[in-house]
């Protein structure tokens, strides 16, 4: 399989799009054309790893670690990722658990995958590939924990100094000594820069062998695409029909992988993405107009993304905004509605949902009574609520227990150090950890 750019350079293989991440024009890596995939040939009680190589297996005809795809998928695929059936209130709705992982959201599925894509091509115990990533609370510590303990591979966290929670703040500085997590005295926005300007730093991008683990890798998507696959096939083995799915979404890479398996032929639904109060998706799917802005703060913070950068994967894929209109629809959901799914999916449901999870609860209480009834739902969980316990914790008026992988997490001792947000900070810390 080759893969191009949503702008045209290419064809790039796998192995160079995986370490790339980003395409020589400034585009995002897509596959020359979308495979179909013989989901009838999976037994129907296939496990998730079993789809999951059955589903990568034609992604991965030409790379150069295809024969390593089985033990790839199985390091990714580390934790469970259940689909629990929610109360019957109306119609068939099930909640996908993605938040099992070591940082109790989705994305350790994407970094987990990079991770052991990257070790197994580039890793290097004497010249160890260098993972630069800033972070505003979230991917960091996906990328931190995934990359924990790799040979050949380290990792630059850069985070804003007290602009996180203490849970992530947490997440974000306790791993092993290939993680170098450095607190930044300036906002994230800084931290960003400070990676972009070291990136393009000729000579110290050698020195390093610098690389990034964003979320516009492909390495991040593919794998995301596993989860809709095995959900999809196992409720069509079991119930015989296709079910939607419900996805709160910010920077698009997490519906972008429902939308990619379904491109495959996977047996899926409606998909419905719900954003928070960043509405530039929803006001494109309006307006035909592709209007980009700064991103307002909401309660669900991880989605709150004004550029979302998938969408220039989706618009290739699916079209401009009329057709896209045709293949799924768009809901934004704001934070006074974000408090009351969070006590209402209390009282109804008996658990708490994160911030983010509670805007696809609400788009899913939106649909019309009758599409609750005659359509199978899927709604998905993107993050534990443990995580997000000083948002919960006061709607629902109780404590949410810690799962048992964030709560050995957060018991590990904390390594960081603190720096300024200049270059000369950055550099000088990492000649003083690395070259000695
Ligand atoms: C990152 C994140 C999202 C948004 O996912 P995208 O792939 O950026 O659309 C939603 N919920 C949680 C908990 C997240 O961490």
Redesign the pocket.
């Given at each position: 399989m080759k893969y191009f750019s949503t702008r045209g350079a290419g064809p790039v293989s796998l192995d160079e799009a995986l370490l790339a991440g980003i395409a020589s024009d400034g585009g995002l890596f897509l596959p020359e054309k979308m495979p179909r995939i013989d989901w009838h040939s999976l037994a129907t009680d296939a496990s998730i790893c079993a789809t999951g190589e059955a589903f990568l297996r034609p992604f991965f005809v030409g790379s150069s670690i295809a024969g390593d795809l089985k033990e790839v998928v199985a390091e990714t695929f580390s934790f469970p990722l259940p689909v629990t059936a929610l109360p019957d209130l109306h119609g068939s709705c099930d909640l996908l658990e993605l938040y099992h992982g070591p940082t109790a959201?989705?994305?350790d599925v994407g970094a987990g995958f990079l991770a052991a894509c990257l070790g197994r091509l580039a890793g290097d115990v004497k010249n160890p590939l260098t993972i630069l990533v800033a972070t505003s609370g979230?991917t960091g510590g996906a990328v931190a924990a995934a990359f924990d303990g790799r040979v050949g591979l380290r990792v630059v966290v850069l985070y804003p100094d007290g602009k996180v929670s203490a849970r992530q703040a947490h997440q974000l500085s306790c791993w092993g000594d290939n993680v170098l997590s450095l607190a930044v005295d300036g906002s994230f926005d800084d931290c960003q820069a400070l990676v972009k300007r070291a990136m393009a730093d000729e000579h110290l991008a050698e020195k390093y062998r610098f690389s990034s683990a964003n979320?516009i890798n492909i390495g991040r998507l593919l794998p995301q695409a596993i989860y809709y696959a095995h959900a999809s096939v196992m409720h069509h083995a079991k119930l015989g029909r296709k079910p939607g799915f419900i996805i709160?979404?910010?920077?698009?890479?997490?519906?972008f992988a429902c939308f990619l398996a379904r491109e495959c032929g996977l047996p899926i639904g409606d998909i419905i993405l719900v954003t928070n109060e960043n509405r530039t998706i929803n006001d494109y799917l309006e307006s035909a107009e592709w209007k980009p802005r700064s991103s307002v703060q909401t309660l669900a913070s991880?989605?709150d993304?004004g550029n979302p950068s998938n969408m220039e994967r989706l618009r290739h894929l699916g079209g401009e905004a009329a057709q896209l209109s045709k293949q799924l629809c768009a809901v934004s959901v704001n934070d006074a509605q974000i408090t009351q799914q969070i006590g209402q999916n209390f009282a109804e449901f008996g658990f708490a949902t994160?911030p983010?999870t509670a805007t696809a609860t609400h788009a899913w209480r939106l649909l019309d009574p009758q599409e609750q009834l005659d359509k199978d739902w899927i709604i998905v969980a993107?993050?534990h609520p443990a995580k997000f316990e000083q948002i919960v914790e006061p709607i629902i008026g109780t404590t949410v227990p810690l799962p048992a992988d964030l709560a050995d997490t957060l018991a590990r001792p904390r390594q960081f150090l603190e720096i300024d947000a200049s270059m000369a900070a950055l550099e000088k810390v990492l000649a003083e950890e690395f070259c000695t």
């Open positions: 959201a989705f994305k979230d979320s709160p979404t910010g920077n698009l890479g997490n519906a991880a989605m993304v994160c983010h993107t993050a």
